[in-house]
């Protein structure tokens, strides 16, 4: 009598919720901008506020799941979106290709 194992399939959230953090981080950027073009400062502020934590959430649910190997491309591209879609590396770069 043999044993048969079952084959579990793996967990690919963690990877796409990464990616998707990412994506909304963009989306919140752009609406932080889109705000200052109205002179919407509170609301541009807030949106700054969330694109930063939601920056955040994507770098480090990026790591989690490449490491885990949980949808591994997509916790890349959450990595990437976070980190250059983050308003204060945005600020910094664009300001330090301004001065070159």
Known sequence: M??????????????R???????????LVGAGVVATGYDAFESATVAASAALVTSALAVLGGI???I???ERGAAIGGIALGLFGNPLMLTFGLGAAANV
């Open 2 to 15: 043999t044993l048969e194992t079952v084959p579990t399939s793996r967990a690919r959230w963690p990877g």
């Open 17 to 27: 919720a990464a990616l998707a953090s990412g994506v909304v981080t963009l989306l």
């Open 64 to 66: 989690v799941a490449a």
């Open 68 to 70: 885990g190997n949980w």
